[in-house]
Each structure stands twice: as structure tokens, then as C-alpha cells.
């Protein structure tokens, strides 16, 4: 425990700390004997977020559940993420003794998850904003993702492996699995005209471009492209 980077302590049933390990000691600048027998106001965290966590002890003690929760705590080394969880110390007799507690810093994973939420805003609004269709397919082009097909061809809440026979006419599959083919084997963008079902069943022309996706090492993720309706410029 007192080389674990995560912090790890004991609170008596009062709230009080009765353990506290190395890290966490560290992190606030005091000695073992500055933390024993004291709670969260006594040392010095922001009001709001001590009366939360010293509830969250009460909550552990009285419903014997474990608690999971996640807060910003600053110290000198600035504002950082921590999640935590408090779990009921069961003794002999069955009844609750003491609370451990164990932190770790989440600050990264949180700024990704930040990260991948504006990204997702982001892919939401184009998809809303753009006139085209925009359709996201796996890397091999197996399956069609979630897809709002406009007017142009049917939509499809789920993830679709029949995509292919549903959107396009039989006598364009060839066709088009050669290019998308061609665009795996060279991970290069896939363009190409070609004739679709509408939603109404009648036939009409898209001329759709797609992006390969890559990973660090230079696999195909999944592909990302955009279908545009050229049926009025075609005819």
C-alpha cells in the first residue's frame, strides 16, 4: 500500500480517517499523524465536496453497499479527475466495522472521453447539417452502421449486413464490390457512380465517396463517406 500509486485508506464509523497510505499523503502534504482521526473538513477540501463524500461513508455504512463515484479534487498539482469507491468493512458479527476507500486519478481517460464526446457532437452535426447522406461502414464493407438515408435510399436504426441488397440493384453489386474491393486491397478513398433503390422502390443514381479509417499501425478501421443524390444530374 505504500508504494501503490493509487490512494488507499480506512475510515472509522464516525468518518473519520484511521488509515491513509503514502500517495494520498503525499498528495496533500502531511504525515500520518496530521490524518488519522480526521475528516474530510478537517482537512481542508472544498465544503460542497467534503459534505458529499462524508454523506457517501454514511450511505456505504447504513446499506452495506459498496459506492462508485468521480469527482475534481485540486491540489498543487492542479485541478485533476480522481474516481473512487467506498466499500462496508463486514466484522465477525456481520456488521459493518469500518469503510475502506481506494482513488485513482482518471484525468487522461476523462479528457478522452471529452475528447470522443465532442467528436461524436461533431460527426452529429455534419449528419444533420449536410444535404448528402453520410454512412460509416465497417473495414471490411460487410456491414452498413446506423444510417440516415434521407430520401435517397431506407434507413436503418441497427448495424446491416444486407446493406448491399437493399440500397443497390442487382445488377450493380458486381460493380461495386470490385471498386470497394480495390479500395481495401490499396486503402484508398472508394468513388464511383452508381444506381440505388429509393425509398420508394424506383431506381436513381448516387455518386458516394468514402475514407479508409486508420490505427497507429496502419489498419483499416472502417470507412466514412458521404452519398449524394445525382439521379436530376444524370438524367
Given amino acids: 500500500l505504500s508504494h501503490t500509486a493509487d490512494f488507499v485508506y480506512l475510515f472509522d464509523l464516525q468518518g473519520r480517517f484511521t488509515y491513509v497510505n503514502q500517495a494520498l499523503l503525499d498528495l496533500w502534504k502531511k504525515n500520518l499523524s ?4 480526521k475528516n474530510f473538513f478537517e482537512l481542508d477540501y472544498p465544503p460542497d465536496l467534503a459534505a458529499r463524500l462524508q454523506r457517501q461513508i454514511q450511505e456505504v455504512i447504513e446499506s452495506r453497499q459498496s459506492l462508485r463515484d ?11 479527475a480522481y474516481e473512487y469507491i467506498f466499500v462496508p468493512v463486514l466484522g465477525a458479527d456481520g456488521e459493518v466495522e469500518a469503510v475502506a476507500g481506494s482513488t485513482r ?3 487522461e481517460r476523462k479528457r478522452s472521453e471529452d475528447r470522443l464526446s465532442a467528436s461524436e457532437e461533431r460527426y452529429r452535426v455534419l449528419v444533420t447539417a449536410n444535404s448528402d447522406v453520410v454512412y460509416r461502414m465497417s473495414a471490411d464493407w460487410s456491414e452498413l452502421y446506423p444510417l440516415d438515408g434521407r430520401d435517397m435510399v431506407a434507413s436503418n436504426a441497427e448495424p446491416i449486413r444486407d446493406w448491399l441488397q437493399r440500397n443497390l440493384p442487382p445488377f450493380e453489386h458486381a460493380r461495386v464490390r470490385e471498386a470497394f474491393a480495390r479500395a481495401i486491397a490499396t486503402k484508398q478513398t472508394f468513388e464511383m457512380e452508381h444506381q440505388v433503390i429509393g425509398v420508394d422502390g ?5 455518386l458516394s465517396r468514402a475514407a479508409p479509417i486508420l490505427d497507429s499501425s496502419g489498419n483499416i478501421v472502417e470507412w466514412f463517406g458521404t452519398a449524394r443524390d445525382v439521379t436530376a444530374l444524370k438524367r
Fill in 34 to 37: 496530521e490524518a488519522v482521526g
Fill in 105 to 107: 486519478e482518471i484525468t
Fill in 70 to 80: 468521480e469527482t475534481p479534487y485540486t491540489s498543487d498539482i492542479g485541478t485533476r
Fill in 202 to 206: 424506383t431506381l436513381g443514381w448516387a
